[in-house]
């Protein structure tokens, strides 16, 4: 998965070791009374600037208020429109903490998750804004649909 220089043209970058694995498939957490449920899934994503595949994660999730309704979601969304994408590992010796990247028409801001358990069943999950002054909100999401801080995430 660990690519050194610049990506060769054409390349696939594939997750030999199966460093991926463990973030893959559903996970809930509780987040401001709300609960929040995303589900990871392992794609080759094709990076058209530099023109390499890469195995990425995607994330596709869904809000429910404390009735169980659903306030937003993203579930339906088609790989190529997914909201939250990984960056890649922070520490690539340890791979216990996984980066993503959420963008919305007007919002982004990043995600680190890390294990908190050996059996990798919970993770810490934080998210870091990186919202710049908007000056018109037409098309925009009336909020940020991603929980903004901290919680920890039970896989399902």
């Excluded at 694995?21 to 609960?35: A, L, S």
């Excluded at 449920?37 to 208020?65: A, N, V």
Aim: hydrophobic share 25%.
């Amino acid at each position: 998965m660990e690519t050194k220089g610049w990506p060769v043209e054409g390349t696939y970058y594939k997750d030999l070791d199966n460093d991926l694995t463990p973030y893959i498939g559903t996970w809930k957490g509780v987040f401001e009374n709300k609960t929040f449920i995303i589900t990871f899934s392992k794609i080759k994503y094709y990076e058209p600037y530099d023109k390499y595949y890469q195995d990425r994660i995607i994330g596709r999730y869904k809000m429910l208020d404390t009735n169980g309704t659903q306030l937003y979601s993203t579930v339906n969304l088609p790989e190529d429109k997914a909201k939250v994408k990984s960056l890649g590992f922070v520490n690539s010796t340890t791979k216990d903490k996984l980066r993503f990247y959420f963008s919305d028409l007007c919002r982004g801001g990043q995600i680190v998750l890390n294990f908190e358990n050996p059996q990798k069943t919970q993770i810490h999950y934080i998210y870091y804004s990186e919202q710049e002054l908007i000056t018109d909100e037409t098309g925009c999401s009336p909020y940020n649909e991603m929980p903004k801080g901290e919680m920890t995430l039970i896989k399902q």
